[in-house]
C-alpha cells in the first residue's frame, strides 16, 4: 500500500506543478497530465509551461509511466492468476 500511495503523491505532485505553471484549476491540470502521460511527452502551448517545468514534469512523468505499466502488469498477472 505504501507505494500506491508514494504513486499518488508523486502523480499529485505533477498535477500540481502543471496546475501552478498553467495557472489553471486543478481539474484542467489533471486532464493534461493524463494526456501527457498517454501521448509520451509535455505539450506545450503558446510557450507554456516553460522550458524548465517541462523538463521537471518530463522527468517526473517517465517515472509514473514506468511505475503505472509496472503496476498494471502485476495486477493483470495477480488477477489472472
Do not use: W, Y
Not at 53 to 78: D, E, G, P, Y
Amino acid at each position: 500500500m505504501e507505494n500506491f500511495e508514494k504513486i499518488f503523491n508523486q502523480f499529485l505532485d505533477c498535477v500540481q506543478t502543471l496546475q501552478a505553471a498553467l495557472n489553471v484549476s486543478f481539474t484542467e491540470a489533471l486532464v493534461e497530465t493524463f494526456d501527457n502521460l498517454e501521448q509520451g511527452k509535455i505539450k506545450v502551448e503558446n510557450g507554456a509551461p516553460d522550458e524548465k517545468t517541462v523538463a521537471q514534469l518530463s522527468k517526473k512523468n517517465i517515472r509514473h509511466l514506468i511505475m503505472i505499466k509496472l503496476v498494471k502488469r502485476i495486477r493483470s498477472k495477480f488477477l489472472l492468476s
